[in-house]
């Protein structure tokens, strides 16, 4: 019999990046996020996750 492996999502990231504490921008992009599963809009959803992963923080506990 073939080995049993959990089904592949393709085009799925694994996980949803965290937004960091105290960034008002990660902080409104999981914001948004979360209104997109909402509405069922995944692939709005994936947009915002890319966001939350491409937002630079030099220093993380100095915002503002
Ligand atoms: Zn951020």
Not at 22 to 34: H, K, P, T, Y
Not at 51 to 60: A, D, L, S, T, Y
């Amino acid at each position: 019999m073939a080995r049993t492996c959990h089904p592949v999502h393709l085009g799925e990231p694994a996980a949803d990046p965290e937004p960091v504490p105290g960034c008002d921008v990660c902080m409104a992009l999981a914001r948004q996020r979360a209104e997109a599963y909402a509405n069922g809009d995944k692939s709005k959803a994936s947009d915002r996750n890319i966001e939350i992963r491409r937002h630079p923080h030099p220093h993380p506990k100095a915002v503002r």
